[in-house]
């Protein structure tokens, strides 16, 4: 016994695979908007810690200005 093979609908002509894939797009709508946002999330979060990064690094060095021997072991 053979199949038929058809991606149309044998009697109304509905391009059923088309249909098909179009549903399976609206299903996985909500996963893609959640990942989508993760990923958004996740660059944020890596542009914050970058930031804290640079904050600590310059918080050090304004630190070595508060110390006196710094500016004594200077001479002209």
């Known amino acids: 016994m053979s199949r038929i093979q058809s991606s149309v609908g044998l ?5 059923i695979e088309e249909t098909v894939n179009k549903l399976m797009a609206v299903a996985a709508r ?4 959640v990942v989508n946002r993760n990923k958004l999330i ?7 810690t970058n930031l804290t990064s640079l904050m600590l690094a310059f918080e050090f ?12 072991a200077k001479t002209v």
């Not at 909500?30 to 908007?33: D, I, N, Q, S, V």
């Not at 996740?42 to 914050?48: G, H, M, P, T, V």
């Not at 060095?61 to 004594?72: D, G, I, P, Y």
């Open 30 to 33: 909500p996963r893609e908007l």
């Open 42 to 48: 996740e660059s944020e979060r890596l542009a914050i």
């Open 11 to 15: 009697i109304t002509g509905i391009p």
């Open 61 to 72: 060095e304004v630190n070595k200005f508060s110390t006196a021997n710094l500016f004594q």
